[in-house]
């Protein structure tokens, strides 16, 4: 979706994709990314050897054993015992943004990486299989199809290995509502099935800091997961979980950098201080996520993480920006109300063409990252808190803005992971 402002008029457009990320008005202005507790949960068995069907039944919250479709490979329960090279590491969602960091981190520490990967990858499937060979230099990589749960489970059978631990790095390129639900809860389920057969007894899961406060669809279907891999490790002493929820990444941040270098107004939402974060650069995640493997203090945990220093508010991130370039401080402020606006009136069409469902969506998810902070929620205040937010890492977003305002912001392309 894009939002023009002129001076006559505010005017929305809806692509075809699009996506969710972080609370900068950068994400909505300029082309950028935005992109996490389970709540009370009933029983329901579910096959996944059939896609599911979503309906509006979807929003109730309902869970579904994870039943293995056929007898499960037999791997080895005390994975954490051997050399990491003995380790056998399914990672799916390798070819997304987080994944390749994460597939690269696996490999620097040794561990015997399987990417699971498409033959078409990348922004529209610009990258052929033999870019994915090399981009995954050090893996082993099998293309396969992860929201069908028949031709990955063939996958991994022709691998012939078993399968020690799970990754996933799936995540719904535009966040629509049946893309939220093909990815971030069938795909990512077939996933866990196909692993669990293998013989997977830990499922790495990267979330988002965002599901804390569900009002989102691919915020209910990350949720919908988590509850199902949860279950699934009360009913098995001998398979573990970590579940991951970053806050935001750099790239989602970093939009408005070359509009501040050519002597544009940095574009914030309200005064600039409706939300904040804890940025998280990627090598970081990655490396946190490795360390999800073997860390015994990681087992059976929600854990979110944003990176070092402080959380900072799109103002203060502005203010940085501006800073950094050499140049005079220089904001628009948009009113928050310009969104209330355009979502009722996109709600109201939905009703009439609901083949408007997805960009009705997208305008929530515009509203959302524009007003909500992505750190911690504070069960105790309700409140978001920056001081109870973890950090970890070394790579701060100045260091981050400086770079790209030296270098460009090539290899930080969005995509179809874009929301306006």
């Keep these: 979706m894009s939002l023009y402002l002129s001076t006559n008029l505010l005017h929305f457009h809806s692509p075809k994709t699009g996506s969710f990320g972080n609370c900068s008005a950068a994400q909505f202005i300029n082309h950028n990314q935005v992109i996490p507790v389970p709540y009370a949960v009933t029983s329901l068995t579910l096959s996944l050897s059939q896609p599911p069907k979503f309906g509006r039944e979807r929003f109730g919250p ?29 990672v799916v969602g390798s070819t997304g943004y987080i994944g390749k960091f994460v597939v690269k981190e696996l490999v620097s520490r040794g561990f015997n990486v399987i990417a699971i990967a ?32 028949d031709v990955l489970e063939k ?9 020690d631990v799970v990754v996933s790095c799936l995540a719904s390129r535009s966040g629509g509502v049946k893309d939220s639900w093909k990815i971030d809860y069938e795909a990512t389920k077939n996933s866990l099935v196909a692993g669990r057969n293998r ?34 490790a009360e009913e098995d002493d001998g398979f573990t979980y970590s579940i991951v929820r970053p806050t935001a990444f750099f790239k989602s941040l ?13 574009v914030m939402f309200g005064d600039g201080k409706l939300c904040a974060c804890k940025p998280i650069s990627e090598q970081d995640l990655a490396s946190f996520i490795a360390d999800c493997m073997l860390e015994e203090d990681k087992i059976n945990q929600i854990l979110p993480i944003g990176g070092p220093g402080k959380a900072l508010t799109p103002l203060e991130q502005g203010e940085l920006l501006f800073r950094l370039a050499g140049r005079e401080p220089k904001f628009l402020k948009v009113p928050i109300g310009i969104m209330d606006f355009a979502i009722g009136f996109l709600d109201f069409l939905v009703k009439i063409f609901p083949s408007l469902e997805d960009a009705a969506e997208f305008g929530k998810i515009g509203r959302y990252y524009a007003a909500e902070s992505m750190l911690l929620l504070d069960p105790e205040t309700g409140e978001y808190s920056a001081e109870k937010t973890p950090s970890y890492g070394k790579d701060t977003f100045e260091g981050f803005l400086d770079r790209v305002l030296r270098e460009g912001m090539a290899g930080q392309e969005l995509g179809e992971q874009t929301i306006f």
């Excluded at 996958?155 to 399968?163: A, R």
């Design 118 to 149: 498409r033959e078409r990858s990348g922004i529209k499937g610009r990258n052929s299989k033999e870019d994915t060979l090399t981009e995954l230099n050090g893996a082993n990589v099998w293309f396969s199809d992860v929201t069908n749960l």
């Design 155 to 163: 996958s991994l059978e022709n691998l012939g290995l078993p399968i």
């Design 254 to 266: 970093g939009g408005q950098v070359e509009l501040v270098k050519d002597g544009k107004p940095y």
């Design 199 to 232: 013989g997977a007894s830990h499922f790495v899961l990267l979330s988002a800091i965002c599901v804390q406060k569900p009002l989102l669809e691919f915020q209910r279907a990350k949720l919908k997961f988590e509850a199902e891999l949860m279950k699934e």
């Design 62 to 90: 309902i869970t579904a054993s994870v039943t293995p479709t056929q007898s499960p490979i037999t791997a080895s329960s005390s994975f954490r015992g051997k050399n990491p090279k003995e380790i056998n590491v399914l």
